[in-house]
């Protein structure tokens, strides 16, 4: 699961500095480094109607404004990212980072909130009460869907679309479901673009007239 929350990316940078490489309208290129280290380091690159970062979480580049530090800029000094839609601007991902990805936490969360939703009545025959039969029918879940997790979205989504209770319930259309999330590099490098903007911003206006 993405763990690159707000305060694991700060402690990342806590002690980058701003080099200006390149500051010419729309033409920029800054680098952020702690003592010219390449750990964490990243570069962010501008021209017309693009953006790259680059460096030692990922490159990716994005496509939507003349001038992208307008796209990515903070309007209230916060750090929020919006990874959904940023994403659908994406012209190019990185080939190690990815940009989403399958997870077993997102497969088990979905299997469960299907489970959630199915209605149980008791088994007469075999004397289960309907909160017996639901136990039964999770236990049959954990040994023949659960158990896949791990293995890869595709023996996960085949044992999920393949299941039938004993009781008759299934995951219906389960092939449709969305099992991915945002990968660890590719929220990462969102936090490092406004975050850098900001700090070009902050060096703008000091030395502003």
Known sequence: MNKCNEERFLKDVENHTMDVLQDDENM???IFTENGSSFYRFDLITWPGYLCITGDCGTYVFRRLLDMFDFFRSKDGELNINPGYWGEKLESIDTHGGFEKYESDV???????????????EDTDKGLSAEEVKAAVWKQIKSEVLYWSE???????????????????????????????????FIWCLRA???????????KLDKAP
């Open 151 to 185: 293995d890869g979205e595709h023996p996960a989504r085949q044992a999920a679309s393949s299941f039938k209770s004993d009781y008759g319930h299934e995951f219906v259309d389960f092939w449709e479901r969305d099992l991915t999330e945002y990968t660890f590099r």
């Open 107 to 121: 497969f088990d969360r979905t299997i469960k909130e299907d489970f959630d939703e199915w209605e149980f009545e």
């Open 193 to 203: 673009i406004v975050w850098g903007i900001q700090k070009y911003d902050t060096r």
């Open 28 to 30: 920029r290129h800054l």
